[in-house]
């Protein structure tokens, strides 16, 4: 069984820069792609960034790019979500994801097969 723990979230002010982290346990971090989504309050979950087992293959949201970074380091089993000059509308419950299909963590609609309980993010103008 899989368990993905996000944390570094938090109440920051619009401008700053905050980074999440996703602590994998279970199994080994490698086998598996990546992604993070995000869920404002009363909206859709959203697909974020995602990263290849192997970290060679990233895939940040168009809107997002340019302050949006994600990394892994499968030795510490962690992966990372970096965001820069936070925005109000950034302010949502952030998720990780795993699953063994890369594919399937960028695809619209793609189904993850593991999923994180979520950080809150709340960016304050």
């Known amino acids: 069984q899989v368990q993905l723990v996000e944390s570094g979230g938090g109440l920051v002010q619009a401008g700053a820069s905050l980074t999440l982290s996703c602590a994998v346990s279970?199994?080994?971090?490698?086998?598996?792609?990546m992604g993070w989504f995000r869920q404002p309050a009363g909206k859709d979950r959203d697909f974020v960034a995602a990263i290849s087992a192997s970290g060679t293959n990233t895939y940040v949201l168009d809107s997002l790019k340019g302050r949006f970074t994600i990394s892994r380091d499968n030795a510490k089993n962690t992966v990372s979500l970096q965001i820069n000059n936070l925005e109000a509308e950034d302010t949502a419950v952030y998720y990780c994801a795993a699953d063994r299909n890369y594919w399937e963590v960028v695809r619209p609609g793609g189904k993850c097969e593991y999923w994180g309980q979520g950080t809150q993010v709340t960016v304050s103008s």
């Open positions: 279970g199994r080994t971090l490698s086998g598996y792609a």
